[in-house]
């Protein structure tokens, strides 16, 4: 079945690569056969930056990523309905931003420029505290900063995607106080299931799902349960459940998978669901639960496909 992941590093390996003098068709190489077995026919390639970054080196993988999926004839940019509805067979990759750390000035024009290279989704920060907003691990009292508040702005007089995955709860409702802000968490489970700070309260999840956004589940094994023993994909569908068990249908619910494999470090992983070649053990799981068929293709990728139809 067809997936559509919201949350893929790609644009942190594509510098990685660069660094080792791998310049060319990073996602062409490394990427698009494992994009094929696990049936992953949309995804969002983010660039991430986890709160040292300048703007420079924003800039350059950002700028970078844009040019590999241009030179990827396997994969097909998704700037407008459009591109996205478009049958060609290839891979759709909607380009996002994961951390804004760079921002020190001009928000409004880097924002713009950021838009023009073709992100149409971002998060302003990771799990830092900058200069625009505050992740998990800032500040508990901090939230959106005058900086941020202009990117939030300018985002949504550009119709961009919020991503606020990362943000702590002040900032998550500071956001969530601009009525036409498009507000989603690209990977992230729900806390009640699992407390650990990057998931979700019920209320967060039910302010973003009434604002008709999406929730993706995300397969990082320390989101899925306190227990190791239970870092499976069994587990993970339990977060599943449980939204659909209080919201009494699938609406919103997505994959946001956030696949490690190619980083350096260890970083561990969710049984079953160790790299994209394994997605569709997520489906396998939805179906021995019980899910009927078109849950799991809401799942799965249209419910994400109907939230980009609306807003790109």
Request: proline fraction near 1%; include cysteine; aromatic fraction near 10%.
């Amino acid at each position: 079945m067809r997936l559509f992941d919201l949350h893929a590093d790609i644009g942190y390996d594509i510098i990685q690569k660069k660094k080792q003098k791998i310049t060319k068709d990073v996602i062409k190489n490394y990427h698009v056969e494992k994009f094929h077995k696990g049936e992953i026919a949309f995804i969002c390639m983010a660039s991430f930056f986890e709160g040292k970054e300048t703007w420079d080196e924003m800039k350059d993988m950002i700028s970078s990523t844009r040019k590999e999926i241009d030179d990827c004839d396997a994969v097909d940019l998704v700037l407008t309905r459009e591109d996205l509805e478009k049958d060609t067979g290839n891979v759709k990759a909607i380009m996002s931003v994961e951390g804004m750390c760079g921002i020190h000035d001009e928000p409004r024009e880097k924002i713009r420029w950021m838009y023009a290279q073709g992100v149409r989704l971002a998060s302003l920060c990771w799990n830092d505290e900058n200069d625009l907003a505050t992740g998990v691990k800032g500040n508990l009292e901090h939230g959106l900063h005058p900086l941020g508040r202009e990117v939030v702005e300018e985002m949504i007089s550009l119709n961009m995607i919020i991503d606020v995955s990362h943000t702590n709860e002040k900032t998550f409702w500071d956001i969530m106080s601009y009525k036409d802000a498009h507000v989603i968490a690209t990977h992230s489970n729900i806390r009640d299931l699992c407390n650990h700070p990057r998931n979700l309260w019920k209320q967060q999840a039910e302010a973003i799902l009434d604002r008709g956004g999406l929730i993706g589940m995300n397969s990082a094994p320390a989101f899925i349960s306190e227990h190791v023993e239970e870092r499976d994909c069994e587990h993970l569908v339990n977060h599943v459940k449980w939204i659909k068990d209080f919201r009494g249908n699938v609406d919103g619910i997505a994959c946001g998978f956030d696949f490690m494999d190619f980083y350096d470090e260890y970083h561990g992983y969710c049984k079953g669901l160790k790299d994209c070649t394994q997605a569709q053990n997520f489906v396998k799981e939805l179906e021995l639960h019980k899910f009927k068929k078109e849950e799991i293709q809401a799942i799965a990728y249209e419910n994400s496909v109907a939230y980009f139809n609306r807003y790109l």
